[in-house]
């Protein structure tokens, strides 16, 4: 199996804090883009930290909320999210979960029997490539600056939709 790792916030919604569903907002060609990627035989995962349950900010059963609303969103374009997995520790616990560590990356991988080489992990961030890096499967930055740490990304575009409709046209996806 192939799959796509998304981060969350900055790649699939727009990235401020998202407390309550309603807060929660699609980036522009986002549905579209999971579907295309469902369409070439990508299974769609979310891999997100979201230490803001572990401070006591966000409750457990409302991520859980904001994550079945964002799935009918989605799946309301045409797309499907096969998991979305949540660090919800606190950033400084020490968890193997939390990125830059590859620990919900390699969870997903294991338990689908995930090819790294066909994979890709997709971020906003330089802790989203660092976990993709580390998990063994290619990178996409997205964003408009060069991601802050020493890792650089296979790829860099300005959004998913983007990132899906140029590596298709490549040829990168198929």
Request: charge should be neutral; hydrophobic fraction near 40%; glycine fraction near 10%.
């Given at each position: 199996?192939?799959?796509?790792?998304?981060?969350?916030?900055?790649?699939?919604?727009?990235?401020?804090?998202?407390?309550?569903?309603?807060?929660?907002?699609?980036?522009?060609?986002?549905?579209?883009?999971?579907?295309?990627?469902?369409?070439?035989?990508?299974?769609?995962?979310?891999?997100?930290n979201?230490?803001g349950?572990?401070?006591g900010?966000?409750?457990?059963?409302?991520?859980?909320?904001?994550?079945?609303?964002?799935?009918?969103?989605?799946?309301?374009?045409?797309?499907?999210?096969?998991?979305?997995k949540?660090?919800?520790?606190?950033?400084?616990?020490?968890?193997?979960?939390?990125?830059?560590?590859?620990?919900?990356?390699?969870?997903?991988?294991?338990?689908?029997?995930?090819?790294r080489?066909?994979?890709?992990?997709?971020?906003?961030?330089?802790?989203?490539?660092?976990?993709?890096?580390?998990?063994?499967?290619?990178?996409?930055?997205?964003?408009?600056?060069?991601?802050?740490?020493?890792?650089?990304?296979d790829?860099?575009?300005?959004?998913?939709?983007?990132?899906?409709?140029?590596?298709?046209?490549?040829?990168?996806?198929?």
């Amino acid at each position: 199996m192939k799959a796509f790792f998304l981060d969350r916030d900055g790649v699939i919604n727009e990235s401020h804090n998202v407390n309550r569903a309603d807060d929660l907002v699609l980036l522009p060609g986002v549905p579209e883009a999971v579907r295309t990627l469902n369409e070439l035989g990508y299974e769609a995962f979310v891999v997100t930290n979201q230490g803001g349950v572990g401070l006591g900010f966000l409750r457990k059963r409302d991520l859980d909320k904001i994550h079945r609303h964002m799935s009918r969103q989605i799946e309301e374009g045409g797309g499907k999210l096969r998991e979305i997995k949540a660090c919800i520790h606190k950033p400084r616990q020490g968890c193997d979960c939390r990125k830059p560590k590859p620990g919900m990356l390699l969870e997903l991988i294991e338990r689908y029997d995930i090819d790294r080489s066909a994979s890709f992990m997709v971020g906003d961030r330089d802790v989203d490539i660092g976990a993709g890096h580390a998990a063994g499967v290619k990178t996409i930055f997205i964003g408009e600056k060069k991601p802050a740490g020493i890792i650089k990304p296979d790829f860099m575009f300005m959004s998913l939709h983007e990132a899906v409709t140029q590596l298709q046209e490549r040829g990168i996806l198929h």
